[in-house]
């Protein structure tokens, strides 16, 4: 491998402590680019998912088992004529998806994929995560106002309010989590995210099961805020199409409205990583206090491979199980070439793996332990993006003035009173 | 392995501050000038988003990182919303009608250079109190330190604690008077 | 460092270009014949009769208003959580203070009823 790709890699330092911008520019480059694969993927996997619960079959024609259903998606979102309504305000309808994509995506410098493996560690990192995460809440309020149609205006002022009331009580569970990163020798925490998650590895527990159950409670009134705050089912009362067509994106269509998706998307991502890197630990693999040792280590070192191996063998059984017919060839191969890439990234991650073990080696190991940060913190997310598509399949859609008294009348004295009994804990217990 | 980014680090430490505080200062001045200016009042509510945020960047390049997150998570995130809210509220074809700069603009003009006057003479007078260069101040406890202005020491009371506990009263109050005002007696 | 912070401008600069990169290149490629009845707003088929920025309830007015006031409070819990155990019990006193009264606010505003959404 190139040195610097290496040294980079293996660095102790984020690009922006390292004031070294074009560095940091290359991770804005991966980041963006990564983000927009993942939300395509999730598009994929949240239709097949949901076909699956509903026992259907999902997308199934373009390419095998619907595979290239997003990029087929995105050429059709590319060629749609994009209507802007004859009333509307040119320029916010223009400038409001942008303010939408802006906030979902800026709050990606902070988020730490590992100890070094973030953009920037700024010292107010959760606080800038929560405060431009919020700023979402303006696009969605200037995409209703600028459509001038009744639809979109109607869903813009109840999913802002929705918003702004979770935030609250989101707030209040993200103040807990600060508050346990202070109980140190020093008696000061930290609003980093990097050093939220070390504090949790001094600690030597995840957030959640600080103070059992209060932890445990704060993750929960976080989560449950975290789905209201991104408009997901069941509280996506901006997109209860059996009332109010779609919300305040009703009138945008073509690229326009995938820009909303888009942010949407992204901001589920960004949320589930903060509630990631709060409570669950962030970059640390489980059991990193239980299970010591070379051996642990080696074995846990092991499962980005095994996770790849798996995916390939998922491939090559559907390649199996397809009819043998010969209509079916293109579509065989295309999945099985599919499965061989994914057999291949499992084969470099397993030499990674192996070879960082030895010291002096060609790949240091300090690259296969930033593999193995990356990998934890994106299979938490990856969990909680399941979740989110579980939820919108289990779940019947709330009424909104329920909606609105779940979040002032239950999440928010829950929250408050956590946070004043986990203060008091923490006092009785230093 | 890590001197060559140490040794990028060394080279390209300096930021180039000045310029971003110019660049943000600019982008704050022109944004508040169209928020004055535009006749559609949400184009003046976006405008007026930019101008806040242009002030958290300036914020940041202080080494004031709270109040940066501040001044996004209340003015930019909470505020806004507010003020668009009150602008969907009030009927906006009427505003176009209504003329602008009415009567008033001499009173704004006198209550503007009276202010610029007061910056000025602030500046003269309490030059001493203004660096003349970048000082580096440890920002990473700019955090702990409001926290040590509003709060205090273990067991002594900080600065501005009094004012502090007297701000969660003004915050009762704005909670009575929005309620007040916009519900009727049941 | 202030160093610390480039990469937000750096991350803007990014998006604000590509996106609008993106939307520029969709123009090129995408019909684009607007008719009269496409360009109505949508509203189930029927014929919109006037503009829809009418006046909507004061409901959403008050929501806005109380996140504003719970959000400075939560901004004010910050500083204090980060040097939670340095302040010890003193300072969670302050702090129950300072919600105790809010909290009265809180109460008040339930009894009354503004909570409510009917």
Known sequence: MPDFVTSYLGSTLTPGEAGNQFWALVYVFVIFAGVSLAVMSMNWLERKALAHFQIRLGPMRTGPHGLLQPIADAIKLLLKEDIIPAGADRFVFWVAPLIGLLAAFTVYTVIPFGPSQAVSDMNIGILFMLGVSSLGVLGVVVAGWASNSNYPLIGALRSSAQMVSYEVAMGLAVVSAILMTSLNETGTGTLSMIGIVRAQQEQGVWFIFKFFPLGLIAFIVFAIAMVAETNRAPFDMAEAESELTAGYHTEYSGLRWSLFMLAEYAAMISVSSIAVTLWLGGWMRPFSRLLRGSAWDLIFSLFPAVTFMGLAAVAFVGVVRMPRRSDFKVQKIGLAVFGWLLGFIALMLLIIAIAGRSNGAAIPSTVNQSIGYIYWFLLKVAVFMYLFIWYRATWPRYRFDQLMRVGWKVLLPISLTVLVATAIVGILLS | MNSAINATNATMAPVATPYFFYGLATLAIVSAFLVITRRNVVHSALALIVTLLSVAGLYLMLYAPFVAGVQIIVYAGGVMVLFLFVIMLVNIDRSYKEKRFSGLWPIGLAAASALFTLFLFAFIKGRALFPDRMMLLPESSNTQQIAGLLYGDAGKMGQYTFAFEIASLLLLVAILAAVVMTKKRA | ?118
Do not use: S
């Open chain 3, 1 to 118: 460092m202030p160093q610390n912070y480039v990469p937000i401008f750096l991350f803007l600069a990014v998006i604000g270009t590509m996106i609008p990169a993106t939307l520029l290149i969709a123009r090129l490629v995408r019909t684009q014949r607007p008719t009269r009845e496409k360009l109505l707003p949508y509203e189930c088929g029927i014929d919109p009769h006037d503009n829809a920025r009418g006046r909507y309830t004061v409901r959403y007015y008050v929501v806005a208003i109380l996140f504003v006031i719970f959000d400075v409070e939560t901004i004010f819990l910050f500083p204090w959580a980060v040097k939670f155990k340095a302040l010890g019990v003193f300072g969670l006193i302050e702090m129950l203070v300072f919600l105790g009264v809010l909290i009265v606010g809180y109460a008040w505003v339930w009894k009354r009823g503004a909570l409510e959404w009917v």
